[in-house]
Every structure is written in structure tokens, then in C-alpha cells.
């Protein structure tokens, strides 16, 4: 009579399970994924070119981007034209000579921007850039 204390009757793997090693790779691969597309900054939008675009590196500017389909982003954060003047006028309290950069896609309609132009100077806003691209040469 053999029994496994004795020696003489054991279980014998021949091979190596690798479905939890495989279970790791499918979870590190998607962590990896989500991760990677998670580092989106800001908004992408083809800017219009100009010869020599000014440096605005003030840490408080607000920036407002206009994008093709006509969305306006504050930041980068979508709003309507009354939410934008609503936070355009809270951080106007909080300092008067708060900056904002306007940054409109070159194919977006000309009425939007002249929209956020005139929201801007009703709201007395007169540290103001619209921001190019420079034509390198």
C-alpha cells in the first residue's frame, strides 16, 4: 500500500500554468494604455500664423480656446458663452488686471471670436493677447 507519505504515489506536473502570468500582461497592458492617453494637455487647435508671436508667461492667465466646431474652452473646460462670462467676472474680482490669452483655431468662424472680443471688453478685461503661431523661416 503506497501513499504520499510514503513516497510512492505523488502528483506530477509536466507543465506550467500560465494563465494568471497572462491575467498580469493583460492588466499591466491596460493600465499602461489608460495611463498614456490620460497625459492629454490642453486643446489642440491649428493656431494662425504671424511673424513674431509674443511670450505671455503669466502663472494667473486665463485662456480662452475657440476650436473649429465653434466650442469655447475655458482652460480646458468646455463652457457656454454666459458660463464664460460668469467665471470671466469671478476672477476679474479676484484681480483686477487678470490676464487672458484668446486662442482661435484659423478655420473657426470670425463671429465667435469677435463674440469673445466683445464678452472681454465689456467685462473691462484689458490685458489681452491672441495667440499665433511664428512662421519659421
Same mark, same amino acid.
Given at each position: 500500500? $503506497?501513499?504520499?507519505?510514503?513516497?510512492?504515489?505523488?502528483?506530477?506536473? @509536466?507543465?506550467?500554468?500560465?494563465?494568471?502570468? /497572462? @491575467?498580469? +500582461? !493583460?492588466?499591466?497592458m491596460?493600465?499602461?494604455?489608460i495611463?498614456?492617453?490620460?497625459?492629454?494637455?490642453?486643446?489642440?487647435?491649428n493656431?494662425?500664423? +504671424? $511673424?513674431?508671436?509674443?511670450?505671455?508667461a503669466k502663472?494667473?492667465?486665463?485662456?480662452?480656446?475657440?476650436?473649429?466646431?465653434?466650442?469655447?474652452?475655458? @482652460?480646458?473646460?468646455p463652457?457656454?458663452?454666459?458660463?464664460?462670462?460668469?467665471?470671466?467676472?469671478?476672477?476679474?474680482?479676484?484681480?483686477?488686471? /487678470?490676464? *487672458?490669452i484668446?486662442?482661435?483655431?484659423?478655420?473657426v468662424q !470670425?463671429?465667435k *471670436?469677435?463674440?469673445?472680443? @466683445?464678452?472681454?471688453g465689456?467685462?473691462?478685461i484689458?490685458?489681452?493677447? /491672441?495667440v499665433?503661431?511664428?512662421i519659421?523661416?
Open positions: 500500500m $503506497s501513499g504520499p507519505i510514503d513516497g510512492g504515489d505523488k502528483d506530477v506536473y @509536466d507543465d506550467i500554468n500560465i494563465t494568471p502570468m /497572462l @491575467d498580469l +500582461a !493583460y492588466v499591466l491596460i493600465i499602461f494604455i495611463m498614456t492617453t490620460a497625459t492629454v494637455q490642453g486643446i489642440k487647435v493656431l494662425p500664423k +504671424a $511673424s513674431a508671436a509674443p511670450t505671455l502663472p494667473q492667465t486665463k485662456a480662452i480656446t475657440i476650436t473649429a466646431d465653434g466650442t469655447i474652452y475655458l @482652460d480646458t473646460f463652457v457656454t458663452m454666459a458660463e464664460l462670462e460668469n467665471l470671466l467676472r469671478q476672477y476679474k474680482a479676484a484681480n483686477p488686471n /487678470l490676464p *487672458v484668446i486662442k482661435g483655431d484659423a478655420t !470670425y463671429q *471670436v469677435i463674440d469673445v472680443l @466683445d464678452l472681454v465689456r467685462l473691462d484689458t490685458q489681452l493677447g /491672441l499665433t503661431q511664428r519659421v523661416k
